[in-house]
């Protein structure tokens, strides 16, 4: 197996940190995306759409970090990074999704890029906007969290998931933008718990061979 990523990819990172818990072996090949090698000809040929991670898995060629980690999922089922029970997999399901599709996409590195690029927003501009989805988004999901049954000492349950997964490259997101976590005691406890992982921590972007790229 292959991925291409990034060393502070969010999805990236989820993908990295869902093979290290399931002790599956890949190479990593690093995609620049400060030097915009994303958008080279090479890279468009692995995926069009010119994002991290993409997953290689002999003939397969798989973009988006949740269906990668789905399929991750059921090519290798232990250990399991959802419940078994389906309304606890539809509950860990919407607390990644409320990260991965509600937070993420409007903080990553290209759309701060075209807010500074083509609408001419400043430093300051940028980091109210990073700040404020931030909040708006974690106020959500700590709720969503201190509303689910299991919660403690990982989103769900005793083994951290695929909800996890989305989590601590959030938070550290949030971490590295200077953002505060004090309103959210439930992430902060679930982020201690999984930093404490060595599946967690081999995975964190600070580990990576690109690091600083």
Known sequence: MQLYGYFRSSAAYRVRI???????????????????EQAG???LQVNPQGLVPVLVDGEHRLSQSLA????????FPSPPLLPSESADRARVRAVAQAIACEIHPLNNLRVLNYLRDR?????????????????????????????????APVCFGATPGLADLCLIPQVFNAERMNCSLEGYPTIRAIAAACRELPAFRDAA?????????
């Open 68 to 75: 990668i980690i789905e399929y991750l999922e059921e090519r």
């Open 205 to 213: 972007p600070d580990r990576q061979a690109d690091a600083g790229r």
């Open 119 to 151: 609408l001419g927003i400043d430093e300051d501009g940028r980091q109210d906007w990073y700040a404020h989805w931030i909040a708006a988004g974690l106020s959500a999901v700590e709720a969503l969290l201190r509303s689910m049954p299991r919660t």
């Open 41 to 43: 000809a090479a890279f």
């Open 18 to 36: 869902a093979l290290n818990l399931k002790g599956v072996t890949v190479e990593h090949i690093p995609v620049g995306l400060r030097q915009q």
